[in-house]
Nanobody
Framework: QVQLVESGGGLVQAGDSLRLSCAAS????????KGWFRQAPGKEREFVAG????????RYADSVKDRFTISIDNAENTMSLQMNSLKAEDTAVYYC?????????????????WGQGTRVTVSS
């Protein structure tokens, strides 16, 4: 069992940076692939970034590539999403998630555990 809690959301202006954090409970967090998703009002939840169990591989949505960076600290049971050059279209509730799959999944249904979300609002 893994419990995830996101933090770091807020209101920023376009072009600003923000760092989201995800704190996990449970000794097995390091054995999961991990990801960040977001859901804007009226839209489906979408994949943002993912990282393999021990951080060796990452995946990014095209819309955030070269602007966002995902990282993990398994010793501290934390995961982060550094978001730079934020745009109004990045406005959404951001969720961290953990997956038991063998690869880094991009589909939400493949993730087994979810946090409650943290809201990011980017004003233009």
């Amino acid at each position: 069992q893994v419990q995830l809690v996101e933090s770091g959301g807020g209101l920023v202006q376009a072009g600003d940076s923000l760092r989201l954090s995800c704190a996990a409970s449970g000794r097995t967090f390091s054995t999961y692939n991990k990801g960040w998703f977001r859901q804007a009002p009226g839209k489906e939840r979408e994949f943002v970034a993912g990282i393999s169990r021990y951080g060796g591989s990452t995946r990014y949505a095209d819309s955030v590539k070269d602007r966002f960076t995902i990282s993990i600290d398994n010793a501290e049971n934390t995961m982060s999403l550094q978001m730079n050059s934020l745009k109004a279209e990045d406005t959404a509730v951001y969720y961290c998630a953990a997956a038991q799959s063998s690869l880094i999944p991009t589909a939400a249904f493949e993730y087994n555990y979810w946090g409650q979300g943290t809201r990011v609002t980017v004003s233009s």
